[in-house]
């Protein structure tokens, strides 16, 4: 008898305010393991938002955030509802790395010291351990040769690998995206794009906010395309992309070809 895993990541009717604005309006969304998930839409639309709010960088108001099967358990009703367990919190945040916009690589710590930090102040593991992992995910996403120098002797396409590898290394569950290429010029856009191609070959389990439509319709398995904090139209990128349903993501698909 087999058992299917549950998804890494469910969001079940997510509602998130920033005081009277409502991002989000009732949101739900799977992860399953070893999927990659795409979040699509202009501006406001409220992507980062709920990528926030599956890593519980911020507190929704209303809804489930369900990690492996395990609902987060809250504390409190609307704007004071907040986790009621910290300890669950951190466990599920570190299965969770996160790779921002902006690199936020520490300018005082070497590229190999950055991708280390974690997983030996948090995660508590021997540095020798940490450091031979840390060197094989600095190869891995191609700047093995540069771990010993500092951030800011780093392209920015070359930070932002060195960022992917520090959220690898701590061999998380789930790699979340946040517009990962979108501070970078095109050559250097296309550096971390073919490391997050390579990454969705090997079966790792993704969500992907992205302004970028190729790689969403190159690497996803699911695409989300979400329009005044409510989900518009999802579905795989042949069929999101090929035939869209909706006028608005027709518009939104139409605008991004032109620019």
Sequence with gaps: ???????????RDLHKSYGALE???????LAPRGHVVSL???????????????????????????????????????????PADRAQVTRIRTNLSMVFQQFNLWSHMTILQNVMEAPVTVLKRAPAEVEAKARGYLAKV????KADC??????????????????????????LFDEPTSALDPELEQEVVKVIKALAEEGRTMLIVTHDMRLAADVSDHVVFLHKGLIE???????????????????????????
Aim: charge should be neutral; include cysteine; glycine fraction near 12%.
């Design 23 to 29: 991002v989000l309006r009732g949101v739900s969304l």
């Design 233 to 259: 139209e999802e579905g795989p990128p042949d069929t999101l992309f090929g035939a869209p349903r909706s006028e608005r993501l027709r518009q939104f698909l139409s605008a991004t070809r032109a620019a």
């Design 150 to 175: 500092w951030p800011a002797q780093l392209s920015g396409g070359q930070q932002q690998r060195a960022a992917i590898a520090r959220a690898l290394c701590m061999e998380p569950r789930a790699l």
């Design 1 to 11: 008898m087999t058992t299917t895993a549950p998804p890494v990541i469910e969001i």
């Design 142 to 145: 191609g700047i093995g040769d």
């Design 40 to 82: 699509i839409g202009s501006s406001g639309s409220g992507k980062s938002t709920l990528l926030r709010c599956c890593n519980l960088l911020e507190d929704s108001q209303q809804g489930e955030v369900v990690f492996e099967g395990e609902p987060v358990r809250w504390r409190g009703e609307g704007m004071a509802r907040h």
